[in-house]
């Protein structure tokens, strides 16, 4: 496929998802009321509140996000060479997911919840970081350091929420479904103006991943440092789950679908999938967060309930399609 008719259908798609977002969203309004919000930004009336204030903006949070988790599946899936690994795969979403259901049980929310909620995140990729560099971070290393640590932190999760009441434990349980309709101020400028600067740099080091791809010992024989340059890049990756997740809660099946769905379309070559995961992911988040809002109006779905369902469906045809070939 052509690589750059191929950019510019994935553009018009995003495109054409991001203004079904503004239109639809969870509340019906008229459309002649939608383009007069949209061609008269100072007039803020109800309708050019909810648009400009609400809908503009949770559009934006979405494609943020959502690249950022398929930048960080395209990641962890050349460093640890499996299509199957995803954002959450070393743990990190353990971490955070335990320092969001404190703040929960605490009272607090926004930007101190995002703050804690970081804060384990942080904390998790630490100690993956630091049990994997005892092994030259070798992939088995970081695989298992991830899988215990996300069980450690879940069951200490689980700890907290038996001991808490039923409103924290709801409250934490829609959390972790993820959602992003209580995204304020402070948070999105956390996610648009920390996330987007830390993805250049994979995009920077798209040659290091193909190198990295090929298998720790081709690449040490190419010359490459591959233990510092697996810690830079899972730095990275791991620091845009973080902000991802301590914003919008656990947003299931993004960084796994769209990096393995890209990479059958353009290839291996991360020079071409990294960007186009990029706009995928954002593609298929902001979808997601529209039929979240849409599907039962007045009442709104968890984001990650539908990212979920989709990437489900995704598997299992996929899955009948290899059974079918076999």
């Not at 400028?189 to 920077?204: Q, T, Y």
Request: proline fraction near 5%; charged fraction near 10%; aromatic fraction near 4%.
């Amino acid at each position: 496929m052509k690589k750059i008719p191929f950019f510019g259908l994935l553009l018009m798609l995003l495109a054409f998802v991001a203004a079904a977002g503004i239109g639809l969203g969870g509340t019906y309004l008229p459309l002649e009321d939608i383009l007069r919000a949209l061609s008269h930004p100072r007039e803020r009336d109800i309708c050019g509140t909810l648009i400009w204030e609400v809908r503009l903006p949770r559009v934006l949070m979405a494609m943020v996000i959502g690249a950022g988790l398929a930048g960080c599946g395209v990641v962890l899936q050349a460093i640890l060479r499996n299509p199957l690994a995803e954002p959450y795969t070393l743990g990190v979403s353990g971490g955070g997911a335990l320092g969001a259901v404190i703040a929960l049980i605490l009272g607090l929310s926004g930007l101190p919840m995002a703050a804690l909620c970081f804060a384990g995140c942080c904390l998790s990729m630490l100690l993956v970081l630091g049990l994997a560099a005892l092994k030259g971070f070798s992939n088995t290393m970081l695989i298992l350091s991830g899988v215990i640590l996300s069980f450690l932190f879940s069951s200490v999760m689980m700890l907290v929420l038996s001991l808490s009441s039923a409103r924290d434990v709801h409250a934490s349980v829609m959390w972790l479904m993820g959602n992003l309709g209580s995204v304020q101020g402070p948070e999105m400028r956390l996610v648009v103006f920390g996330v987007l600067p830390v993805l250049i740099v994979p995009a920077a080091m798209a040659r290091d991943l193909n190198v990295l791809s090929l298998g720790d010992e081709q690449a040490q024989h190419l010359g490459m440092d591959v233990a510092r340059t697996k810690a830079v890049l899972l730095i990275a990756a791991a620091l845009v789950t973080g902000m991802c997740v301590a914003v919008s809660g656990i947003v299931s099946f993004v960084g796994l679908v769209v990096p393995h769905t890209m990479r059958r379309l353009v290839g291996p070559d991360h020079h071409v999938l990294l960007p186009a995961s990029l706009i995928g992911g954002a593609t298929l988040l902001v979808l997601s967060d529209t039929l979240a809002q849409f599907l039962i109006r007045p009442l709104e779905l968890p984001v990650g309930v539908v990212t979920g369902i989709l990437g489900g469906v995704f598997f299992l045809g996929l899955l009948l399609k290899q059974g079918e070939v076999a």
